[in-house]
């Protein structure tokens, strides 16, 4: 059996964060880079470039892209056993406290899925907050179902970052 792994990371947040993003849990890339959508071929960060326009080529330039935007990023899965980075292998799944987080940042007024894991363990878990949340594509490379353009402009219409 796989062994137990914590989550890695605190949450980014910043007091004005408006848009919290949630993942399920992080690649074995990113517990190796130690940052949040580290693997080479995983989308996310150009996707967010895309979108708002800021650089993306380190940790820091994320981080600002992040700040700029007033967006957040943390995952919904604590703690688990998993024998790869795919969703599916995810077993005994303890949920990270997202009500805590929401009432420690009330500035937070949106959530945001990258997967659809994370979007059903937060409707299993949390389902009767009452905080307007939607669903944005995978940016895994696993996810092939849509093109590149075709996730940028989904993030670009569901994020609508000021």
Same mark, same amino acid.
């Given at each position: 059996?796989?062994?137990? $792994?914590?989550?890695? #990371?605190?949450?980014?947040?910043?007091? &004005?964060?408006?848009? *919290?993003?949630?993942?399920? #849990?992080?690649? !074995? &890339?990113?517990?190796?880079?130690?940052?949040?959508?580290?693997?080479?071929?995983?989308?996310?960060? $150009?996707? %967010?470039?895309?979108?708002?326009?800021?650089? @993306?080529?380190?940790? &820091?330039?994320?981080?600002?892209? %992040?700040?700029?935007?007033?967006?957040?990023?943390?995952?919904?899965?604590?703690?688990?056993?998993?024998?790869?980075?795919?969703?599916?292998?995810?077993?005994?799944?303890? @949920?990270?406290?997202?009500?805590?987080?929401?009432?420690?940042?009330?500035?937070?007024?949106? $959530? *945001?899925?990258?997967?659809?894991?994370?979007?059903? %363990?937060?409707?299993?878990?949390?389902? &009767? *907050?009452?905080?307007?949340?939607? =669903? *944005?594509?995978?940016?895994?490379?696993? =996810?092939?179902?849509?093109?590149?353009?075709?996730? @940028?402009?989904?993030?670009?219409? !569901? %994020?609508?970052?000021?």
């Amino acid at each position: 059996m796989a062994e137990r $792994l914590a989550h890695p #990371f605190d949450p980014i947040v910043f007091p &004005d964060t408006e848009i *919290l993003i949630l993942g399920s #849990f992080p690649s !074995v &890339d990113s517990f190796k880079k130690a940052f949040y959508y580290a693997h080479p071929r995983n989308q996310f960060w $150009l996707i %967010l470039s895309e979108v708002t326009g800021y650089p @993306v080529n380190n940790r &820091d330039q994320k981080i600002w892209l %992040l700040k700029a935007s007033r967006l957040g990023l943390w995952d919904m899965v604590a703690g688990c056993r998993r024998s790869n980075s795919l969703d599916s292998s995810l077993e005994n799944i303890e @949920v990270n406290d997202i009500p805590t987080l929401l009432q420690q940042n009330p500035s937070i007024r949106k $959530l *945001l899925f990258t997967g659809r894991k994370a979007q059903e %363990l937060f409707e299993r878990h949390f389902g &009767d *907050l009452t905080i307007e949340r939607d =669903y *944005l594509p995978s940016p895994s490379p696993a =996810y092939a179902a849509k093109s590149f353009e075709e996730k @940028v402009k989904e993030y670009r219409r !569901v %994020l609508s970052v000021t």
